[in-house]
């Protein structure tokens, strides 16, 4: 048990599944999961543990915004043994070939500052997934018909933006898209030495100003989730 996840140590496996919203974690759990089980409530963050292919998976809240997920990663990793974590997420698109709907792999995350920042002082730390995961995501879209989008991302610490300068710049040098945690969730496992990867839906488009619906959300972040978990478990299969 630690201070913001009430499970006891073995609740909890060594691949995470870290949706943003703890309503998703449950919905994720309820669908992909065999057996799963409850295993955080804290401050109504939701964790849930089951099997996927006979592989044990926890699949836990984030929270909004790289804070709030530096608290639990920090915990699930340091707490509870946490080996591989995987955000899922939605995201903002950047660039005009990315579309609604699309999977974006970020293979590294620009920010202005994490909850990490101080430890670097003058240096800006480039933050990148695990490798091994990035290639076998890639090849699991594809083995569902779909082509990813592989590059660099931006994580905000704001959502309501007021920055249109920086967007600018952003797109301007290739950006794909903006969301708010990887940043400070590829630091933390490259801190660690565990192994992370971000799987994202475009769900908005920051040039357009399309947004995806509500009720069309569900089958292509069902894509996402089937993506990181065949990513995870890539090795054991």
């Given amino acids: 048990m630690s201070i913001h996840i009430n499970a ?10 870290m949706p943003g919203d703890p309503m998703r974690a449950k919905w994720a759990a309820e669908t992909f999961l ?3 089980v409850q295993v955080n409530s804290t401050r109504g963050m939701l964790g849930f543990t089951g099997t996927w292919k006979g592989q044990r998976v926890t699949i836990h809240g984030s929270g909004m915004g790289m804070p709030t997920l530096s608290i639990y990663v920090n915990e699930l990793i340091r707490d509870f043994g946490a080996k591989t974590l995987l955000r899922i997420g939605s995201c903002g698109a950047m660039q005009e070939h990315v579309s609604l709907r699309d999977i974006v792999l970020p293979q590294t995350a620009s920010s202005i500052s994490t909850p990490s920042s101080s430890i670097f002082r003058d240096v800006n730390f480039a933050p990148v997934a695990d490798f091994a995961m990035l290639r076998a995501a890639d090849n699991a879209a594809r083995v569902l018909g779909v082509t990813p989008h592989i590059g660099g991302i931006y994580s905000s610490d704001t959502f309501y933006d007021e920055r249109p300068d920086l967007n600018e710049q952003l797109t301007r040098h290739g950006c794909l898209a903006v969301e708010m945690e990887t ?3 590829y630091t933390l496992a490259a801190r660690y030495s565990v192994r992370a ?3 994202l839906t475009v769900s908005d488009h920051l040039l357009t100003e399309e947004s995806l619906p509500s009720e069309e959300r569900e089958t292509s972040f069902r894509d996402m989730i089937q993506i990181a978990l065949t990513a995870a478990f890539a090795d054991a299969s």
């Fill in 183 to 185: 940043a400070e969730l």
């Fill in 197 to 199: 990867l971000t799987v």
């Fill in 34 to 36: 065999e057996d799963a």
């Fill in 8 to 17: 006891n140590p073995d609740d909890i496996a060594e691949t995470v599944l």
